[in-house]
């Protein structure tokens, strides 16, 4: 994949999955999984793409048991 800007590289990060509790309000647990990111060389920087943001949705929908947006295109057999 092409970086976001020039100069830019790509690494991996692990970042932070909250899964609410049964109320909505609160936190039940934080799972960390590790995404495709860019980081900015000179300041270090950490930037999440479009990818990275994906991941992050289906860990959290496969934790919950729920179903992700591209499964939800399947299950509907494409038509929404």
Known sequence: MK????GWIRITSREPVVIPDATGDGIA???WTEV???QDPKTGMVFLDGEAH???DEVKAQHLGVLAPHQTLNYLGGNL
Do not use: K, Q, R, S
């Not at 970086?3 to 020039?6: F, L, N």
């Open 3 to 6: 970086a976001t800007v020039t």
């Open 29 to 31: 647990e934080t799972i």
């Open 36 to 38: 495709p990111a860019w």
């Open 54 to 56: 994906e991941l992050l």
